[in-house]
């Protein structure tokens, strides 16, 4: 019986074939590969459109026919991934999971990414199913292999795994909840030490009903996802295994749209993971993969895998994705709800999560002795970059004032000036950024995002739609007092039309700092619907529409607008990120888009940007000074987890490769330590 989703509604990309004849396709592929060359064309065209238990039928009758063995025939034909996609998909799934695995653990080293992703993935039914095939290609156990090819934790964590026993029982105790909720946060975070046991146990063992509960109680009591604490109690291939086994508890064609994205996103691709993932779902939860893909990546799958492949390989793909959700530029009502859910999440992390910079006060501070460190660092010839790094990075902002104070008490000397004098290049631009306040150095940003020949909208944008009220009106006020002009006016002179407005009005810091109103949420959900053209305008009055979704865009609390963002999601089965980017351009979308962002997650949101100013050829520095040092005391620790969960790197391991000198030194100890 095929895998049905819910309700038992058949969510693979591949069916059986209409009107299947095993024999009539044995011969036609004997016919594609005989003679000189073969017609891939008509193997991928008939593989792909027949269902596995079709193949499989297929095997069977042509070794019958010919005494041949189909399997051996597809490997002399064809090569490289086409090779290994097509032999993919004529083995029983089974049979499939467990030469991948037999690859992953033979050799010399060990991939661990496959292991961890077929074991955090499988249901017990499979895994069952798994050991029985592996048991029969290769005449041993899995167990035993696994045992002598890992170790320590996550050895033990594979074995649990392995075993298939993960409760399956739909009713849920809700003291159970409680008490599994309470175990593992005293296993790891209220604990000396970690408890590796208590986690191995319960997300081993667990249903996955079950687990979803404790997931969301763990939240309440501590404060925390699941998924922070993982990462800072565990380590290793084990802490990698768990965030896995989270992942596919949460959702797991989330994980896997996951999956694909990094195996396709940056330069090369990787191809054992693409072609891993399209074989073992594609009958499976294809699908609802290929729906939340296009909600987290705001592109089909379908598209991403077009960019990144070519040839029969990319034809194959292709076949097995089984359609482009971008052609008709709509939701599914599926992915709408994985939309919904994100704003569900994103009201309780909000609310939870807290807030932690990486560069806090020193104790035991002394501005005297650090004024006399730096002025002996920068006396004389050269100057003692070191010493300069040693201090600034590792005071908080209040400290870095009362320095400047001290040198200028000291020394009668302007601290700033002599900085200025005695450092160049970037690492005098993350200095001398450092020692102003936040809302001096947001005012000399706008303004150099204002002066000369154009204007720089992303910053701008980057600025005004992620700073709150307080942080605004001290930016008014250091704007005015440096440059003897309001912001205001710089904005208006600037820029035009409704991109001016919208920069305006965020400039202003009157965003209502209130709880969320449901029934005006409604009402504001209708506005954003009639001006995003998916619901019928109820006026005529095109201006008056248009104004009031901006007011409502940039002076509604925060907490009100993520109600008004589920509301819409309900009312028009889409996500209003993706209807912004879908139906608005320009300048005007990109601010909207950075409001939004910033309401549904504004770590994640700076975590994108300092990934995008490092990839690729070249760096821009710019925007990666401006965001670590404006949010070192705010929220740089979130930043960093929020980065790797979007990127499986750490933002100190992509600073360390992207720049270099005392520039880099300078960026790591504002980064605060590896992850």
């Not at 990414?113 to 955090?120: G, N, R, S, T, Y």
């Not at 994205?261 to 609802?288: C, F, H, P, W």
């Not at 303004?447 to 307080?470: F, P, V, W, Y």
Request: charged share 30%; glycine share 6%; proline share 2%.
């Amino acid at each position: 019986m095929a895998p049905t989703g819910k309700a038992g509604v058949y969510r693979g990309s591949v069916k059986d074939f209409p009107n299947f004849n095993a024999q009539q396709d044995a011969e036609a592929l004997y016919n594609a590969m005989k003679g000189f060359g073969s017609d891939k064309e008509a193997i991928l065209d008939l593989i792909t459109s027949r269902s596995n238990r079709q193949r499989v039928e297929i095997c069977q009758a042509y070794k019958s026919l010919y005494g041949k063995d189909l399997i051996a025939d597809l490997k002399y034909e064809l090569t490289g991934k086409f090779e290994r996609l097509i032999v993919g998909l004529m083995r029983p799934p089974a049979y499939h999971d467990a030469k991948e695995i037999k690859d992953a653990i033979q050799g010399v080293g060990t991939d661990e990414k496959c292991l961890i992703e077929i074991m955090a993935s499988r249901t017990n039914q499979q895994m069952h199913a798994l050991l029985a095939a592996y048991r029969d290609a290769y005449e041993r156990e899995l167990e035993g292999d696994i045992l002598g090819d890992t170790s320590g934790h996550f050895k033990k964590m594979l074995v649990v795994l392995l075993q298939g026993t993960r409760e399956e029982d739909d009713v849920v105790s809700e003291d159970l909840v409680e008490q599994d909720a309470k175990d593992l946060l005293d296993a790891g975070e209220a604990k000396w030490g970690t408890d590796e046991a208590q986690f191995i146990y319960i997300l081993g063992h667990r249903s996955k009903q079950h687990l979803q509960l404790v997931f969301d109680e763990y939240l309440k009591i501590s404060g925390k996802p699941i998924e922070y604490s993982i990462r800072a109690e565990l380590s290793g291939d084990f802490e990698k295994l768990m965030l896995a086994v989270v992942k596919c508890i949460r959702s797991t064609s989330e994980y896997f749209a996951e999956r694909l994205y990094k195996a396709m996103q940056g330069l090369g691709t990787k191809d054992n993971t693409l072609i891993r993932i399209m074989v073992s779902r594609s009958e499976i939860d294809m699908l609802d993969i290929r729906e939340v893909f296009r909600t987290k990546y705001e592109k089909s799958l379908y598209s991403m895998i077009k960019e990144d492949t070519s040839g029969e390989y990319k034809k194959a793909l292709l076949k097995l994705c089984g359609g482009d959700d971008d052609a008709a530029g709509e939701f599914f009502p599926e992915a709408a709800q994985v939309a919904y859910r994100m704003w569900e999440l994103s009201a309780v992390a909000v609310a939870k999560v807290e807030l932690k910079g990486t560069v806090r006060p020193t104790a035991d501070f002394n501005a005297d002795g650090d004024a006399q460190v730096l002025r002996k660092a920068m006396k004389g010839l050269g100057t003692d970059e070191d010493a300069i790094i040693g201090v600034i990075p590792y005071r908080s902002n209040k400290q870095r004032q009362q320095i400047i104070q001290a040198y200028k008490s000291h020394y009668g000397r302007d601290l700033l000036a002599d900085l200025k004098s005695e450092l160049s290049g970037s690492l005098a631009k993350v200095i001398l950024a450092l020692m102003m306040t936040p809302a001096q150095y947001d005012a000399k940003q706008l303004k150099k995002a204002m002066e000369g020949a154009g204007t720089d909208e992303s910053i701008l944008i980057e600025i005004l739609a992620t700073r709150n009220n307080r942080e605004i009106q001290a930016i008014n006020e250091a704007y005015a007092a440096v440059y003897n002009k309001s912001l205001e006016d710089a904005l208006s002179s600037d820029t035009s039309g409704h991109f001016k407005r919208i920069l305006v009005s965020l400039a202003l810091g009157n965003r209502d700092e209130g709880a969320e109103d449901l029934t005006q949420a409604h009402e504001d959900a209708k506005v954003v619907a009639e001006n995003l053209k998916l619901a019928d305008v109820s006026s005529g009055d095109t201006d008056s529409l248009e104004t009031r979704f901006l007011s409502i865009l940039c002076t509604r609390s925060y907490p009100h607008l993520r109600k008004v963002f589920q509301e819409f999601v309900k009312m028009t089965n889409h996500d209003v990120e993706h209807a912004i980017r879908k139906r608005m351009s320009g300048d005007v979308r990109d601010a909207f888009v950075a409001i939004v962002r910033s309401i549904k997650n504004r770590p994640a949101f700076f975590a994108d940007k300092l990934y995008k100013s490092m990839k690729g050829l070249g760096t821009d520095d710019r925007t990666l000074i401006r965001i670590m040092v404006s949010r070192s005391e705010i929220d740089l620790l979130n930043i960093r987890q929020e980065f790797i969960d979007l990127h499986e790197k750490s933002l100190h391991k992509m600073i360390e490769k992207d720049t270099s000198g005392d520039y880099r030194k300078a960026l790591l100890a504002i980064c605060g330590g590896q992850d």
